[in-house]
């Protein structure tokens, strides 16, 4: 007998799978666009800095041309990096942002 979609264990197997598939994502360091937005950036590791994030789109990165506003995004990376003891660690940022996608 197979589980319907409204079973709670429907549910659970598709959580359990999407954990699967996204397993290796936890481990990846940080690409791109990260170097400038989390890497080298000075703002993110004082939560002090949050209200700047939603009137100064300079705090968005370390890289001015590619400035842009995205309050909630660098925001949610300082508090990503305050968990993580104030180090800049891809585990955290991974997590949350899985977490994120799910809800």
Do not use: C, Q
């Not at 264990?9 to 598709?14: D, I, P, R, V």
């Not at 290796?24 to 700047?52: E, R, V």
């Not at 990096?81 to 799910?102: D, K």
């Amino acid at each position: 007998m197979r589980p319907s979609k409204e079973s709670p264990l429907f549910g659970l197997g598709l959580l359990v799978l999407l954990f699967v598939v996204y397993s290796n994502h936890f481990d990846n360091g940080f690409y791109f666009d990260d170097s400038h937005t989390i890497s080298s950036h000075k703002y993110i590791t004082d939560l002090s800095s949050i209200p700047k994030f939603f009137v100064d789109s300079n705090t968005y990165g370390s890289l001015p041309p590619n400035a842009s506003y995205r309050p909630v995004v660098t925001t949610l990376n300082a508090i990503d990096v305050w968990l993580a003891g104030g180090e800049r660690n891809p585990l955290y940022l991974h997590a949350t942002t899985f977490f994120w996608y799910v809800v």
